[in-house]
């Protein structure tokens, strides 16, 4: 962004990078409870 210093980025840029953080944690949240934790026998290498 052309700060020198992070915390100037990030009083300037927050505001955007907060809201999409949040977005990004709700669709991990969802990916993972989608996810079974045991899903039985892999069949990938059946022979």
């Not at 991990?28 to 996810?35: H, P, V, W």
């Not at 045991?38 to 990938?44: I, P, Q, R, Y």
């Amino acid at each position: 962004m052309g700060h020198s210093d992070i915390q100037t980025t990030l009083n300037v840029s927050g505001h955007v990078i907060e809201p999409a953080q949040e977005e990004v944690d709700e669709k991990t949240q969802l990916t993972a409870s989608l996810s079974p934790t045991h899903c039985g026998k892999s069949v990938a290498h059946a022979r």
